[in-house]
Every structure is written in C-alpha cells, then in structure tokens.
C-alpha cells in the first residue's frame, strides 16, 4: 500500500517561481519537499491557533460568563492606554 499519493496544483507565477527557486539554491532537493514543508508549517500554525482557542481564549470567555462584572466597555479601555501612554511619555 502506497503512503503517498499524487497531486497535480496550479500555482501563481511567483509562487511557482519560489517553490523553484528553494530547489535551485539547494535548500530542498524537490519541489515536493517544498511543499510538504509548506503544508508542514500550516499545520504547525493551525495546532498553534487550536491550542491557544483552547487554553487562553476559552477560559477567558468562561470567566468572563462567569463574572459578567469584569467586562469593561471601549471608552474605558481607550481612557486606560490613553492614561498609560501618557505616564510613559
């Protein structure tokens, strides 16, 4: 059974044109390498955004549902940079 399987992609010029310059230089040894990277990177991202959606965002939306009193509205936080920017001057 293959781990592999064959795709057929259309890119812009630009970036057809880096994809191939990356083997050129010798940085990757195929143009597939270069993409498997790519798509590397992107998943890479995408657990990064996922984890951060889960540890950070989510408990700070759930305390705030539970404390609705913590929520500030945007004039006070605009009056709170504007009063630190100014005592950092």
Do not use: C
């Not at 057809?16 to 890479?44: C, F, H, N, P, Q």
């Not at 989510?58 to 940079?81: F, S």
């Amino acid at each position: 059974m293959r781990t592999t399987q064959q795709f057929s992609i259309t890119l812009p010029n630009d970036m057809a044109d880096l994809v191939k310059a990356k083997v050129s230089t010798g940085e990757y040894a195929s143009e597939s390498e270069v993409i498997r990277d790519g798509l590397r990177t992107l998943m890479a991202r995408d657990r990064a955004i996922d984890g951060w959606l889960r540890n950070q965002v989510g408990p700070a939306y759930d305390a705030l549902k539970a404390e609705p009193d913590r929520l500030i509205g945007i004039d006070q936080v605009r009056a709170r940079l504007a009063a630190e920017h100014a005592r950092k001057r």
